[in-house]
């Protein structure tokens, strides 16, 4: 078994030595189609709205990914190249965390939500997205596309393709991949996503939700706890929602989303205002954060053969961070048994290093046994996919300008990402 794993840790090492000496260059793996940013006006889908219209309390996101070192980085690379030294040794091999010793990865079968497929037409965008009111399709993408970039749409907003004869949608929203209905929500006034549907898939042994929101209504009989497969009927695409989405703007809103703390609505509960509720506990949307569904599609569409493992590790790593050690240390690597240590821990662990992606994502997490720290803290910064997301912002440069910190929104993150 340990012949295995070291066995393992030498194909990691070596695997992470041939990008960082450039075989695969530093560029950033997401698509630029799906991360165009024009201007456009607010959305009904914003997570700010959601805040506003359940009246809760606004913090950041991040989530339950946790992968091998492979990144594709740029300012990082000479921390990186120490710690390859370390891995070539065997001194940090048990400790690597990853889905790859646990399960072999297999291709990302997925579907588009609806019978609307115009993502994968050229020039089909416009044909795809739903813009908001008096915006073009740009403002139905991913990312820091409304009010002049100073707006987060965390998903994907798909126009409505059929209508009965009083102007309603009918299309029907399906899976996106296998999986299980994990949340129905379907009193449609109790958030911003309206009636919405959360599935839960497993991608290379990752915990992955689909959000489908704004719907008009569910297939018979769903029910949280059901199996799914791609593709199966679960819900019939609407504009419910409690900010008045009128019916010719009627979309489906897609997520493909990680739950940041399965004790989320602990977490929640002492920091409402008197009168607030958290209808939704852990399926709070301040509890899921998106990363771009549209690249993913594409990524899938330009090579079939893409593993979700191998798109999460294409990703820039926009900041990394220090945590104090704790048992259990994080909420993620709890949570997920693929992010367990892979052997016995180093002792003492005296920190914990993760390492995220510009919308608070956590990529990859590491024992540390040469630092300390009190509290979460900025350790290395990579501006350029920050700039990719700048209404995201979850770090600043401090007052003095010779470090960084976490912003406010950041703080609750990192919060939130360490609540046991
Ligand atoms: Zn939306």
Not at 215 to 238: C, E, H, M, N, S
Not at 246 to 256: G, T
Request: charged share 20%.
């Amino acid at each position: 078994m340990m012949r295995n794993i070291f066995l393992r840790l030498e194909t990691v090492a070596a695997d992470a030595k041939r990008r960082v000496s450039g075989g695969e260059g530093v560029a950033n793996g997401r698509r630029a189609k799906g991360r165009a940013r024009p201007l456009g006006a607010p959305d009904a889908c914003s997570r700010a709205k959601r805040w506003r219209a359940q009246r809760l309390r606004p913090t950041g996101g991040n989530s339950n990914v946790d992968f091998r070192f492979n990144h594709r980085y740029t300012n990082l690379l000479q921390p990186l190249r120490r710690r390859l030294k370390l891995v070539t040794c065997g001194l940090f091999g048990v400790w690597v965390f990853g889905l790859g010793v646990l399960s072999s990865a297999l291709a990302l079968d997925i579907t588009l939500p609806t019978a609307n497929h115009a993502l994968y037409s050229p020039s089909g965008e416009e044909q795809f997205y739903q813009g908001t009111a008096g915006h073009d399709w740009h403002s139905g993408q991913y990312g820091c596309v409304r009010s002049g970039g100073h707006q987060y749409h965390e998903g994907i907003d798909v126009r409505c393709l059929e209508r009965d004869r009083h102007g309603e949608p009918t299309d029907r929203v399906v899976a996106i991949a296998d999986g299980e209905v994990a949340y129905v929500a379907s009193v449609g006034g109790q958030s911003n996503y309206g009636r919405y549907v959360l599935v839960r898939h497993r991608w290379d042994g990752v915990e992955v939700f689909s959000l489908y929101a704004h719907l008009a209504g569910f297939a018979p009989g769903l029910r949280a706890g059901q199996a799914v497969k791609r593709g199966d009927w679960i819900a019939v695409l609407g504009h419910s929602g409690t900010q008045n989405i009128p019916k010719d703007r009627a979309h489906l809103h897609l997520e493909i989303c990680f739950q940041i703390n399965r004790n989320f609505a602990a977490w929640f509960a002492p920091r409402m205002a008197k009168g607030d509720r958290n209808d939704h506990a852990n399926y709070n949307g301040i509890n899921l954060q998106g990363i771009d569904p549209a690249a993913i599609f594409l990524a899938t569409k330009d090579k079939p053969s893409l593993n979700f493992r191998e798109y999460m590790e294409s990703q820039p790593v926009a900041f990394t961070a220090l945590f104090p050690a704790r048992r259990p240390p994080l909420s993620c690597m709890r949570a997920q048994p693929w992010c367990n240590v892979n052997g016995p821990e180093p002792k003492p662990v005296t920190a914990y290093e993760v390492w995220f992606m510009a919308e608070g994502v956590a990529t990859f997490v590491r024992p540390r046994t040469d630092v300390t720290t009190p509290a979460p803290r900025v350790l290395t910064v990579n501006e350029p996919p920050l700039i990719s997301l700048p209404a995201r912002r979850l770090v600043e440069r401090d007052a003095k300008r010779r470090g960084w910190q976490f912003t406010t929104k950041g703080g609750e993150l990192m919060e939130m990402l360490c609540f046991q």
